[in-house]
């Protein structure tokens, strides 16, 4: 019995409680249930686990970046100064809460599959990686509410949240979506849909008589901005070599000098500091987004394979860029509007709500931007065109700003942290989950429930009274670019009859001539 009991708690404790082994145990089971050689099993499992451990290794060092930037914002500014990073959060997250987040998604997985069995709601929420955020967000901020000796209740309730707003998040999005894509084939499974909507909606209010972001001419100097990893990068040796700067004249030299540990000992040494710090975190995030990659690599086929199998029919949805290519401008104007956005609202947290109520300072985080903002931007622009684009873009990067210094009241000792969740989803469901299980257990425990219920309540009336009778957003801007659309038809068609009627008059003379 001695033996059963050891056996017993060292698979619970030495492989089911390492976050590492269990993603790995995932994956192989998914690749069992879909039949896949052993040889395919066996590699699933390890690279699921090796991208886990990965992501670990990517954190430490977007850590040590974060840990200078956030005393040279401090010592600038006398705030504390946060960048918003899902990967980052996550990853510092993991080593405490990497376990119950596993269990979480696994759970939420099942929910999910079911609810999509026997309900309207048939969406499949196939965004791996947002999985893994959602399911950390929700373990981390259910173990502050819950406390660390009831972490059975932090999975169960944990499960049921996320198992809902993966449902029901593509639902309340999916007009705009079909908008965007003309079809209803697929959905976007992507967390800042509090983004998408209220850009779509904000296009259908502005943008009734706006022409197509796809009708302006980009120039190719811009394309870089494209590429998310050279893009945040960009954005952090910016933000580094400004405070680090501005740090300057408000703090004595060795108090500066101290901050690396590299030691400078002059002011070039100390800015060239900032600047391979800023570098760093742009390798710690490529090496995060690689483990994540890994990771998916895996999970998602698993996932897919067993969803088709128990729901036959339902709907996928999928990351935020497979609507990039509806609208490539849209992304690119809406992911600059974004952080013209975010730069307002980091002003008036820095000017206002900072000095009042002690909110951190926001900093604009580059991935966020990039992929909410380019996705705003596309509802926006499916909507509202250039207008919808802009102003929605731009009211998205408000909203990621906002609402990351609401969700970090309830992140518990991860509140201080340099960095914490960045897309709106996340937030606003953070808060509110987390503001609800402050209030107690027990009541806290109820009270999610009954707030995951109201949710599932309001996405399945939605889902049955809008989306199913084929409710189109935008009508009068969708009736004006076809509009415009039959004019160039006409005037390009009156061209080619001039052209043909020029290239005649010359025959015919050239003929006279003759």
């Not at 759970?107 to 950390?136: C, E, N, Q, W």
């Not at 090496?287 to 729901?311: D, H, M, N, S, T």
């Not at 990351?319 to 730069?343: E, H, K, T």
Request: positive net charge; contains cysteine; hydrophobic residues 55%.
């Amino acid at each position: 019995m001695d033996v059963l009991v050891a056996i017993l708690n060292f698979i619970s404790q030495q492989i089911l409680n390492v976050p590492a082994y269990l993603i790995g145990i995932i994956a192989a089971v998914g690749l069992i249930a879909l039949k896949r050689p052993v040889g395919q099993i066996v590699s699933g499992a390890l690279k699921a686990a090796m991208g886990y451990l990965i992501l670990g290794a990517g954190a430490n060092v977007v850590t040590a970046s974060l840990d200078p930037f956030g005393t040279l914002v401090y010592k600038a500014t006398g705030a504390q100064g946060v960048v918003p990073t899902n990967e980052v959060i996550t990853a510092q997250a993991a080593e405490q809460f990497g376990a119950q987040s596993a269990y979480i998604i696994v759970l939420s997985f099942i929910i999910m599959l079911l609810i999509a069995r026997f309900t309207p709601l048939k969406y499949i929420f196939l965004t791996g990686h947002h999985m893994v955020f959602m399911s950390m967000m929700l373990a981390l901020v259910l173990s502050v509410g819950f406390g660390a000796s009831n972490q059975l209740l932090v999975i169960i309730v944990g499960a049921l949240l996320m198992a809902v707003v993966m449902v029901a998040m593509p639902a309340f999005t999916q007009p705009f979506t079909n908008r965007v894509t003309g079809s209803d084939k697929i959905s976007v499974g992507h967390f800042n849909s509090i983004g998408y909507a209220a850009s779509g909606a904000i296009g259908c209010a502005v943008g009734k008589k706006s022409k197509s972001t796809e009708d302006i001419n980009f120039p190719k100097s811009l394309s870089f901005l494209r590429d998310s990893m050279v893009s945040t990068t960009l954005l952090m040796v910016v933000l580094y070599l400004i405070f680090a700067v501005w740090a300057i004249f408000v703090t004595p030299a060795e108090e500066l000098f101290a901050i690396f540990a590299s030691a400078p000992t002059d002011y070039g040494a100390y800015v060239m500091a900032a600047f391979a710090q800023a570098l760093q975190f742009g390798i710690g995030v490529s090496i995060i987004l690689y483990g994540v990659r890994l990771i998916l690599g895996e999970l998602v086929p698993a996932f897919q394979g067993i969803a088709q199998k128990v729901v036959p029919g339902a709907k996928p949805a999928l990351d935020i860029p497979i609507v990039f290519p509806y609208a490539p401008n849209a992304s690119l104007i809406g992911f600059l509007s974004s952080f013209a956005g975010g730069l307002v609202a980091l002003g008036i947290i820095a000017l206002w709500l900072g000095p009042i109520w002690g909110i951190a300072l926001i900093l604009p985080g580059m991935v966020p931007h990039f992929f909410d903002g380019g996705g705003a931007g596309v509802f926006g622009n499916a909507t509202g065109g250039r207008r919808g684009a802009v102003v929605g873009g731009f009211v998205n990067g408000m909203l990621i700003t906002f609402l990351p210094a609401s969700l970090m009241g309830v992140m518990g000792a991860y509140g201080v942290s340099n960095s914490t969740f960045g897309d709106g989803d996340f937030c606003w469901y953070g808060s509110i989950v987390g503001r609800i299980v402050n209030i107690g257990v027990m009541p806290g425990a109820i009270g999610t429930i009954i707030f995951a219920i109201i949710l599932f309540a309001a996405a399945w009336i939605w889902q049955v009274k809008v989306v199913n009778k084929g409710w189109q957003p935008a009508k009068q801007h969708f009736a004006f670019i076809e509009s415009v659309k039959a004019e160039e038809k006409a005037l390009a068609a009156k061209e080619r009859e001039a052209k043909k009627a020029a290239r005649a008059a010359q025959q015919t003379s050239d003929a006279a001539q003759q």
